[in-house]
């Protein structure tokens, strides 16, 4: 996926806005796609709150996979740790194993339905592209600049906090852009399981066979799947050129 211009970017988070603030404006684009008087805008919610829900969903999740796969990244890339290496691997593996379906499965006779099962669900699937992308910038640091930390007289969590995270975040934030990205498109199953995600949307068009809801709810969240990647990348950029000028100095 590549970054999009400038101003195709704010033309697609104009048109994303204007749409979830007055859908109706737009219904004359969509008509064409419904059948015998069918509608052409969901009109079984509020689009704009569906989104902003589906977008906390994936907030929260993404949070929580952040926290947990970091901190088992630098368990593991510390002397005390290493051998945990294995056995962290395994865990955050879980939500690659079983589909985000058969996690949802599992958990609604436990958690019962709404979000909580799609928020398990979209944490363990966002674990791995995390952890590995922590472990990976942890562990490929210029060895010159690390010496040069150590020399310098800093303690072991100095230069963790100090040197080994800044210049290992450009990596670490590209796992979470993955992570996003992909907790996004997975959000919608979560309606499946009657949590409140623009899934609703796309259901709603397979059940009634009207393509206007299925296109509108597919866009939106193509859309913000796009904008998130792209100013995501943009951010990773920024912090690679900084890092980048401040170890040549």
Same mark, same amino acid.
């Given at each position: 996926m590549k970054r999009l211009p400038l101003l195709l970017r704010l033309l697609a988070l104009a048109l994303l806005v204007l749409f979830l603030w007055s859908p109706a404006s737009f219904e004359p684009l969509l008509r064409p796609l419904t059948e015998n008087g069918a509608p052409a805008i969901y009109n079984q919610g509020n689009l704009l709150t569906l989104t902003l829900q589906h977008l906390e969903l994936v907030f929260a999740a993404t949070a929580l996979s952040t926290l947990i796969a970091v901190l088992l990244a630098i368990l593991?890339?510390?002397?005390?740790?290493?051998?945990?290496?294995?056995?962290?691997?395994?865990?955050?593996?879980?939500?690659?194993?079983?589909?985000?379906?058969?996690?949802?499965?599992?958990?609604?006779?436990? &958690?019962?339905?709404?979000?909580?099962?799609?928020?398990?669900?979209?944490?363990?699937?966002?674990?791995?592209?995390?952890f590995e992308n922590t472990l990976t910038g942890l562990t490929t640091l210029?060895?010159?600049?690390?010496?040069?930390?150590?020399?310098?007289?800093?303690?072991?969590?100095?230069? &963790?906090?100090?040197?080994?995270?800044?210049?290992?975040?450009?990596?670490?934030?590209?796992?979470?852009?993955?992570?996003?990205?992909?907790? &996004?498109?997975?959000?919608?199953?979560?309606?499946?399981?009657?949590?409140?995600?623009?899934g609703e949307v796309i259901i709603a068009g397979l059940l009634s066979n009207n393509l206007a809801f299925i296109v509108q709810g597919g866009l939106i969240v193509a859309v913000l799947a796009v904008l998130i990647y792209d100013g995501l990348s943009g951010i990773e950029a920024l912090l690679s050129r900084r890092l980048g000028d401040t170890t040549r100095r």
């Open positions: 593991v890339t510390r002397p005390f740790g290493a051998e945990f290496l294995a056995l962290s691997r395994s865990l955050v593996n879980i939500g690659q194993t079983f589909p985000p379906v058969a996690v949802l499965a599992l958990s609604v006779p436990a &958690l019962g339905f709404g979000w909580k099962p799609t928020f398990v669900a979209l944490f363990l699937y966002g674990l791995l592209p995390i210029p060895p010159a600049v690390t010496e040069a930390a150590r020399g310098m007289g800093l303690t072991n969590r100095q230069r &963790l906090l100090k040197v080994e995270l800044p210049l290992a975040l450009p990596v670490v934030l590209a796992g979470i852009r993955l992570s996003a990205v992909i907790g &996004l498109a997975t959000a919608t199953i979560g309606s499946t399981v009657a949590a409140r995600t623009l």
